[in-house]
């Protein structure tokens, strides 16, 4: 009875040491996701529309991507596609992304013409296609499955490929140049996004003093801080996401970092993910060193690099597959 009073005291002497800063780091997140996502008030600067009206838009494509779509379908989303493009056109003027949105609902008009459906609606849809500029219609709408550049790849070269990435932690002093990065880039924006959001960003430098500073907030990189070349920053704007969404950055930013890594392997780039699971004082330091918007969530540091012929890596041990992969009874 002793011991156990002992172990309950303790339990909630944790709790009360630990519980505050907790609180605090919860409340920080909190606070930056009210303040610049559209949980409660959508907004008009030009980072929220411009996820709201990808949303509508992707609604309405994948709408024209099922099997057999019911015409004059998604009325209501076309209703909110149209008075957020309109907004964003009087208030940001017209940009890639109000091309989508008539691109969009260019290829809504087509695809009802062709089922032969008429409503007085779609003559409201046609001005608003008829007010915004010539755009290529592949920017928006749907396209055959096999249209799309997708090519041979041996399928046995391609897993060992994936299965291949190691973490390394000894470069060459030779920074990667940055038309190899954005060749990485370019790898992780097809990484999937909730609604084709495209909010996850790559900042990156290979300033010696900038890697430094932020490898020391950072605090993972000891014993090869040194011999980082470049150094990249993964990132999602909070802009991107409504209420319900509260943890949905994480979710991109992982996906649009694993496309990353994975273009920068393709490339002949070594790489090596660094945590960022840190409390609000260590995340405010790094955006010190590194001034990020607020409305950013940084989701790791990467450093990368080309590989050193000395470089050695972990063995790491995976769990066999079927220990991943479980069948829902």
């Known amino acids: 009875m002793i011991a156990a009073a002992k172990e309950w005291t303790k339990h909630w002497a944790r709790i009360g040491l630990r519980a505050p800063r907790i609180a605090k780091d919860t409340f920080y997140d909190l606070r930056r996701f009210i303040r610049h996502s559209t949980a409660v008030e959508s907004g008009d600067g030009a980072a929220q529309l411009?996820?709201?009206?990808?949303?509508?838009?992707?609604?309405?494509?994948?709408?024209?991507?099922?099997?057999?779509?019911?015409?004059?379908?998604?009325?209501?989303?076309?209703?909110?596609l149209v008075r957020f493009t309109e907004r964003h056109m009087r208030l940001h003027g017209e940009?890639?992304?109000?091309?989508?949105?008539?691109?969009?609902?260019r290829a809504y008009l087509d695809f009802n013409r062709q089922k032969e459906a008429s409503d007085p609606y779609l003559e409201t849809l046609e001005r608003f296609v008829a007010n915004g500029r010539d755009t290529r219609r592949e920017v928006g709408g749907v396209t055959g499955?096999?249209?799309?550049?997708?090519?041979?790849?041996?399928?046995?070269?391609?897993?060992?490929?994936?299965r291949s990435r190691t973490s390394v932690r000894n470069y060459r002093p030779e920074p990667v140049p940055e038309a190899m990065l954005a060749e990485a880039a370019a790898c992780a924006?097809?990484?999937?996004?909730v609604c084709n959001r495209q909010f996850g960003r790559v900042w990156h430098t290979s300033d010696r003093e900038r890697i430094a500073q932020m490898l020391n907030v950072q605090?993972?990189?000891?014993?090869?801080?040194?011999?980082?070349?470049?150094?990249?920053?993964?990132?999602?704007?909070?802009s991107a996401y409504t209420g319900d969404e509260r943890y949905q950055s994480w979710i991109d930013g992982g996906l649009f970092a694993m496309n990353l890594l994975l273009?920068?392997?393709?490339?002949?780039?070594?790489?090596?993910?660094?945590?960022?699971?840190?409390?609000?004082?260590?995340?405010?330091?790094m955006r010190a060193v590194a001034p990020v918007t607020e409305?950013?969530?940084i989701i790791m540091?990467?450093?990368?690099?080309?590989?050193?012929?000395?470089?050695?890596?972990?063995?790491?041990t995976r769990q066999p597959a079927g220990y991943f992969l479980n069948r829902i009874p």
Do not use: Y
Request: net charge neutral; charged share 20%; aromatic share 4%.
């Open 189 to 193: 924006a097809r990484a999937p996004a």
């Open 95 to 105: 940009n890639e992304v109000t091309d989508i949105a008539h691109a969009v609902v």
């Open 301 to 316: 540091l990467v450093a990368c690099g080309f590989a050193s012929d000395e470089a050695r890596v972990p063995v790491s």
């Open 50 to 80: 411009r996820a709201i009206i990808i949303r509508k838009a992707h609604n309405i494509e994948k709408g024209l991507s099922l099997p057999d779509p019911r015409p004059l379908f998604g009325f209501a989303q076309l209703r909110d």
């Open 263 to 285: 273009g920068l392997e393709a490339q002949g780039i070594s790489s090596c993910c660094l945590n960022w699971s840190k409390g609000r004082q260590t995340d405010r330091a």
């Open 145 to 162: 499955h096999q249209a799309v550049d997708r090519p041979a790849l041996d399928p046995v070269t391609l897993t060992r490929f994936i």
């Open 219 to 238: 605090g993972g990189a000891r014993g090869f801080l040194e011999t980082v070349p470049t150094l990249l920053m993964v990132t999602t704007d909070l």
């Open 295 to 297: 409305s950013e969530n």
